[in-house]
């Protein structure tokens, strides 16, 4: 399906570009928005959106979005204003507009690039936390004891962040936000709302598209989440993205001669390192004197495969192996400050995944264990000791997608993301039915758009001209190299 750039442009009510050979106009005033330079980057420009707090009651309590944009760099040719839904949950899109890395030249050319920090988020009435509760918290539940005082410290939190973050605190689910970038869509002065989630970004762009189908002319969906999973799902197929890119690192080293561990059975040597940090024995490299744990040494490899960061990873599991061992059982110690932002709140607001006692918490542990062998903790399992206890139902429970928008979005996923699994993409494509399609990235790695020039011209097509490519397509993956 295709729609020209005529008819899209005609379609959002944005004005057609003037001729190439016409005075370069002053950015579009925003509605609404005071822009001023931003402190850090003063060639971009920053403001704030006074919202309600609860939507369902607007004429009560209020918050402040902070915001930023650059400027399209060719006035002439600009279409609109394009948002960027940041990940995390916590990632700041204020950041990443002053970063200005995240888009293509094209796209700078024909769009202002918005994005803002999402309610309870960097500045926007972040939600603040006792940093001594927020270190209660457990890598992994070792047994019922720990189990129920999990659940205690989680209650004693859950007060503390709202004492000290305000009316907020019970507000910033996704579906609230989905609304605030409505209200973001009209300040901006745009019809229709043109948008690029990224990671836990495309859960606000997803929602937006099931609110407000009607206001919708493109959005994108990069590293998909899929909000319709129970606990158990929502573990197992975590668990099976992180293996798969563990395996697909395993391969890289077995068939790149660069990679330190070619040749060697690097299955066994990273099994050898979990035994050492299982026995309190292995040394963080970023903390001198501190010991890894099982779940650190799991964390510090699935970072590296976000990237991907193959060769990096190889190099850690070398240099690990061969490192003196630690001081048995020392940790840390706790970070000093007295607050902290808790950017889960966020996700605790928008997930229900109760686990009863510790006997359930540990079979989910031994089955995970079984898909993912080599990974065992996959990231999504402090998520549930996070929230656990929380009360039901939160505020924007789990559902399947009720999408019906007269532009398909576009779903953009990589084969082997080991954070947003492509079992998440293809879930939620099943979901949009007609109202999506999917763009596989047959590579490796947390995001596909900054690593693909194929992606990113078919992303790229998609939001200037309504482009839709076919349901299915896919990009051939970059070789990852040693670094």
């Not at 204020?94 to 309870?120: A, C, H, K, Q, T």
């Not at 990679?259 to 066994?268: F, P």
């Not at 089955?367 to 000791?385: E, G, S």
Request: proline share 8%.
């Amino acid at each position: 399906m295709a729609v020209g750039a005529t008819a899209a442009l005609l379609a959002t009510g944005v004005p057609a570009p003037a001729p190439a050979s016409a005075a370069r106009p002053a950015p579009v005033p925003t509605p609404g928005i005071a822009w001023q330079p931003c402190e850090q980057d003063r060639t971009a420009e920053c403001g704030t959106l006074s919202l309600p707090v609860d939507w369902d009651r607007p004429d009560g309590d209020r918050f402040t979005l902070h915001l930023a944009r650059r400027a399209a760099t060719d006035p002439a040719a600009r279409i609109g204003s394009l948002v960027f839904g940041p990940g995390g949950p916590g990632d700041s899109g204020v950041r990443r507009i002053i970063l200005n890395d995240r888009f293509s030249d094209e796209l700078r050319r024909r769009f202002d690039i918005v994005s803002f920090d999402p309610r309870g988020i960097g500045l926007s009435n972040p939600v603040l936390c006792s940093a001594e509760l927020l270190d209660r918290q457990p890598q992994v539940i070792t047994d019922q004891a720990r189990f129920d005082a999990t659940v205690a410290d989680n209650a004693l939190l859950r007060a503390d962040c709202r004492e000290r973050t305000g009316p907020l605190f019970d507000h910033v689910d996704t579906r609230s936000a989905a609304r605030d970038l409505d209200a973001v869509r009209a300040a901006l002065g745009e019809n229709r709302l043109t948008f690029h989630g990224s990671s836990y970004g495309t859960l606000l762009g997803a929602q937006y598209a099931e609110e407000f189908p009607h206001r919708v002319r493109a959005v994108v969906l990069e590293s998909v989440v899929d909000h319709s999973l129970g606990t158990r799902a929502f573990l197992d197929t975590q668990a099976a993205a992180a293996q798969d890119s563990f395996d697909e690192f395993v391969a890289w080293c077995a068939r790149t001669p660069s990679c330190v561990l070619h040749g060697e059975d690097v299955r066994a040597v990273w099994a050898g390192l979990f035994g050492r940090a299982e026995r309190g024995e292995l040394a963080d490299p970023d903390r001198p004197g501190t010991t890894l744990t099982p779940y650190d040494l799991s964390r510090l490899a699935q970072r590296k495969l976000y990237g991907p960061d193959w060769a990096g990873l190889a190099r850690l599991v070398d240099a690990l192996r061969t490192a003196p061992p630690a001081a048995t059982g020392f940790r840390a110690a706790a970070d000093s400050e007295a607050v902290r932002p808790h950017p889960f709140a966020v996700f605790c607001a928008d997930w229900h995944l109760p686990v009863r006692d510790h006997r359930e918490y540990a079979a989910h542990l031994r089955r995970i264990a079984r898909i993912a062998p080599d990974v065992r903790y996959p990231q999504a399992l402090p998520a549930i000791a996070t929230c656990l206890g929380a009360p039901a139902p939160v505020a924007n429970p789990q559902h399947r997608l009720r999408v019906r928008t007269d532009v398909p979005l576009l779903l953009a996923n990589s084969r082997h993301d080991p954070a947003s699994g492509h079992n998440w993409a293809t879930n939620v494509s099943r979901q949009l039915g007609r109202s999506g399609v999917l763009l596989t990235y047959e590579g490796a790695g947390h995001g596909s758009y900054t690593r693909s020039d194929c992606v990113r011209d078919a992303v790229d097509r998609y939001l200037i001209s309504v482009d839709v490519p076919d349901d299915g397509t896919s990009c051939p993956a970059v070789p990852v190299t040693g670094q």
